[in-house]
């Protein structure tokens, strides 16, 4: 029963972005799907994220930065061999000259991230509160600053462009759910239970045994890992990126996005991330121009970023604790009545 | 002679700082609450003096002030009120939308007005960013604006919080709201009041900064804020005393690298591009050693884990 219990949480993470894919894989025009699939790796950026700060309970303002360094090696490597020393000819040697398939850039950005975040969270991870959140902000800012000037990593200031654009709606929805599933099974784990339990009450998870820094760190690098992938599948998406696409605007963007669904659940993170994206998409396309009812309304631009901080700040006036209130999804009850009476009449 | 204007300089920057830590270091005694928007209360008051340079320097601050003050005190009421029994997280990202909202208010005013983003200059004040010469050194007006806006603001706020009652219903309140609740301190008097002089101090670091930068956009306060807030914590959040310390503190080193750098080089760590790094490494390191903060009190620390 708690495995069956267990596979119907997972359930509703995974229909939820399955459904975004599938209709607007369907309905949506050819121009429009580009939205949607960044709807789908924001749905992965939001689950990495939560991996670390919806078990651990510390707000981390670090995890964008391993999506950075996910989408820039992922992007650097995969430029085809034949233009990059002309467009980043201040490459070190070993990036200039070599390339890897997109598919093997995934693996690399993953790979980076995981071992970025395990790095920076030995020292980290020894804090809390406050204390971690602003020094996970210290790490975004670090970064933020490598990656804008150093020529020899990365494009530096300039936005770095001709990097294939493999995300298509397959492996979007395939790499969001395969992070959807690691997330939901590292928190059924025995780590991630450790880990919740430390962040309901420290104390008594010291008390019980749980070393708290080595189950923050594994959690941590675990997101970092997620993280990486998840800015792999970002930066060929999008074909190009500058190092102000992963700084504060997408820190606030999923921190806002994870809150907004319900902190403690993965389900919350998926919910938030598609709620927030879906109502960005529909904002974008009213300033653009509306029709509803004959009736022909345009925006001035930028307000739909007016719009979308009003949203979030309704749905937190009205849901303090997220939609979801931060639990899992479970089938609701009168679904299991319908289908116990229907056990009853067969 | 270059060092000794550098580190004029750097008080400067310092001194400002400060008036944004306390800003700051205030809302969080009261509310246990980091307010990202507050950059975006500087913006606002700097957008106040933008659109009234013709009017006398004195009328424009003033009308900065209330300004600051009037969207300090709607925030606490629309968002922080309501927000107050909820989880620390969300009230953050409440603040958060609350700065992206105003960011980008102010962004869409510029597009009805088909004008460039860097237009509004506060041209008056402007003057005063204009260097004094004394003897080999050059320090512009604006340093010594900044360190008496500091000096006197920083003065006016201990008078208020040490020789009036509602200062003393915030200091009780910053130590033990509960407690303070049950001997009679009104919270939503003490907050409204925490967050209106929050308000006031935003508008003077309004003045001085939009004297140095000499133009306002959608992001003016938005970097100094996010650095002030990192220098806050690394200072001591807990104490004002503190945190003001670090906020000085980070804005003095922020001046001071930043100048002392080398303008040129490509290796991180070499040229003053990467003082940024410097600054974030060094808070990083500053709060590993003692988390409470450099400045905090000795004996009640953070507990690590």
Request: proline letters at 3%.
């Amino acid at each position: 029963m708690s495995r069956l219990r267990g596979l119907e949480e997972l359930l509703g993470p995974v229909a939820a972005v399955a459904l975004l894919a599938l209709v607007s894989g369907l309905f949506v025009s050819s121009a429009d799907q580009v939205k949607y699939l960044t709807a789908i790796v924001y749905v992965a950026i939001v689950a990495a994220l939560y991996v670390f700060v919806g078990n651990s309970g510390v707000i981390s303002f670090g995890q964008v930065s391993f999506v950075a360094v996910g989408a820039f090696s992922a992007g650097v490597m995969t430029i085809p061999i034949d233009t990059k020393p002309g467009v980043l000819p201040t490459l070190f040697s070993l990036l200039r000259d070599h390339s890897i398939s997109s598919a093997w850039s995934l693996a690399l950005a993953a790979g980076l991230g995981g071992v970025y975040a395990f790095a920076v969270g030995i020292p980290l991870m020894r804090l809390s509160g406050i204390a971690a959140g602003i020094a996970t902000l210290a790490v975004l800012g670090i970064t933020y600053n490598l990656l804008y000037n150093w020529n020899s990593i990365g494009p530096g200031a300039t936005v770095e462009s001709l990097i294939p654009v493999t995300t298509d709606y397959w492996q979007a929805t395939v790499g969001a759910v395969a992070v959807i599933c690691l997330a939901f099974a590292y928190q059924r784990s025995r780590f991630g239970r450790q880990l919740r339990a430390a962040r309901e009450d420290p104390a008594a998870a010291r008390a019980a045994g749980i070393d708290i820094h080595r189950q923050r760190l594994l959690a941590f690098t675990l997101s970092g890992a997620l993280s990486g992938f998840a800015g792999g599948l970002y930066v060929h998406l999008l074909g190009s990126i500058g190092a102000n696409q992963v700084y504060l605007d997408l820190t606030f963007l999923t921190l806002a996005m994870l809150v907004v669904g319900g902190i403690s659940s993965l389900f919350g993170a998926v919910v938030g991330a598609i709620t927030i994206s879906l109502f960005n998409i529909l904002l974008v396309n009213a300033q653009l121009g509306i029709h509803v009812f004959g009736w022909s309304i345009t925006a001035p631009s930028g307000t739909s970023l007016v719009g979308i901080a009003i949203v979030m700040l309704v749905i937190l006036l009205l849901r303090p604790a997220g939609i979801t209130g931060g639990k899992e999804f479970s089938v609701p009850a009168w679904a299991h009545r319908a289908r116990r009476r229907g056990a009853r009449i067969s | 002679m270059i060092h000794i204007q550098n580190l004029i300089d750097a008080v400067g920057l310092g001194a400002v700082f400060a008036l944004i830590a306390v800003g700051i270091g205030l809302v969080f005694g009261v509310l246990r609450l980091i307010n990202f928007a507050y950059g975006q209360l500087i913006m606002l008051a700097a957008y106040a003096l933008a659109f009234t340079d013709s009017w006398p320097d004195a009328a424009s601050i003033l009308l900065a002030v209330l300004v600051a003050v009037v969207a300090s005190l709607l925030m606490e009421r629309i968002a922080f009120r309501p927000l107050r029994t909820a989880d620390p997280s969300t009230m953050l990202v409440a603040t958060f939308a609350l700065a992206y909202l105003l960011e980008n208010a102010a962004l869409v005013q510029y597009t009805y007005r088909q004008q460039g983003i860097v237009a509004d200059s506060v041209g008056t004040l402007a003057q005063l960013n204009q260097a004094v010469t004394i003897g080999s050194l050059h320090i512009r007006w604006v340093s010594f604006v900044a360190i008496g806006a500091g000096i006197v603001s920083l003065a006016a706020l201990a008078l208020l919080l040490n020789r009036t009652s509602i200062g003393l219903q915030m200091r009780a309140a910053s130590m033990d709201f509960g407690t303070a609740r049950l001997l009679g301190v009104r919270a939503d008097t003490v907050i409204m009041a925490a967050v209106a002089v929050s308000g006031v101090l935003a508008a003077v670091a309004a003045v001085v900064l939009s004297i140095s930068s000499a133009s306002v956009t959608s992001t003016t306060g938005l970097y100094e804020t996010l650095f002030v807030l990192v220098g806050v914590v690394a200072g001591g959040i807990d104490r004002l005393a503190s945190a003001t310390l670090g906020g000085f503190a980070i804005g003095f080193a922020i001046s001071l690298v930043g100048a002392e750098l080398p303008s040129s080089g490509e290796t991180p760590f070499t040229s003053n591009v990467y003082m940024p790094s410097v600054i974030y490494l060094a808070v990083i390191v500053a709060l590993l050693l003692r988390p409470a903060g450099l400045f905090a009190r000795g004996g009640r620390g953070v507990e690590r884990v």
